[in-house]
């Protein structure tokens, strides 16, 4: 079955502090997608980044980076030097592209989200 | 960013009530979809509209009722909730129902007393 665990449920960090969000995920699909959403406190989640599974490429856009390893099923989110307003809740999400595995085929599977807070 | 609206932005009502949420997508997008996010819950996916046409009910009550008249448009019925309902209702529009990313509205925040 299809499964997205984020275990760190809340992440507080003093501003200018990296911070890593980390997203587990299961999947017996060989083609899928990964991707990451921010929630600010107005409630809108806005999309982050869009991964396949057959790019293994790390991801650098800005201060955000992303490391994606498929040896150990995980799709981690880096915040370099963090700031006051990338405090929010931040979602990994699965999509998987075949209905073969009993999943809905591009639906996204969200884990429960991390709550990062960034104090000045 | 208003590619994604959605009216209201804050909705109370009683258990007898009926009322519609409504969203509305500027993309040109063919695919749309409700959400239901609750507090300590995952997202949970609803409906799913891909060109007007509903391809996806993850088993939502039939107090909850959608409509797509069109793939710029769409609305959530609701009749006789419950408590448990009270929730943030998500609507979000992609280009199509293949893994594309998808774009969030901002929500209503639904209280049902």
């Known amino acids: 079955a299809q499964k997205v665990t984020q275990a760190q449920t809340e992440i507080s960090v003093v501003e200018k502090e990296d911070v890593t969000l980390d997203c587990v995920y299961e999947?017996?699909?060989?083609?899928?997608?990964l991707f990451w959403y921010k929630q600010p406190p107005s409630g809108e989640l806005v999309f982050l980044i869009r991964?396949?599974?057959?790019?293994?490429q790390n991801e650098i856009s800005g201060r955000y980076s992303w490391n994606f390893q498929k040896s150990t099923s995980s799709f981690n989110f880096t915040i370099t030097a963090s700031q006051v307003v990338d405090s929010a809740v931040y979602f990994c999400?699965?999509?998987?592209?075949?209905?073969?595995?009993?999943?809905?085929?591009?639906?996204?599977?969200f884990g429960k989200g991390t709550k990062l807070s960034v104090k000045p | 960013e208003t590619g994604v609206t959605q009216t209201p932005r804050h909705l109370v009502m009683g258990m007898t009530n009926k009322k519609s949420l409504k969203c509305e997508q500027h993309?040109?997008?063919?695919?749309m979809y409700w959400y239901k996010q609750s507090a300590k819950k995952p997202l949970e996916l609803m409906f799913v509209?891909?060109?007007?046409?509903?391809?996806e009910n993850n088993s939502v009550p039939s107090r909850f009722s959608p409509e797509c008249p069109n793939s710029s448009h769409l609305f959530l019925h609701l009749h006789t909730l419950q408590p448990e309902d009270s929730a943030l209702y998500l609507c979000?529009?992609?280009?199509?129902?293949?893994?594309?990313?998808?774009?969030f509205g901002p929500g209503t925040r639904l209280t049902v007393t």
């Open positions: 979000a529009s992609s280009q199509g129902q293949a893994p594309y990313e998808q774009y």
């Open positions: 999947t017996r699909d060989t083609t899928y997608y």
């Open positions: 991964r396949n599974s057959f790019d293994e």
């Open positions: 999400a699965l999509s998987e592209a075949s209905m073969n595995y009993g999943g809905s085929q591009g639906n996204l599977i």
């Open positions: 993309l040109g997008h063919n695919a």
């Open positions: 509209y891909n060109f007007k046409e509903q391809t």
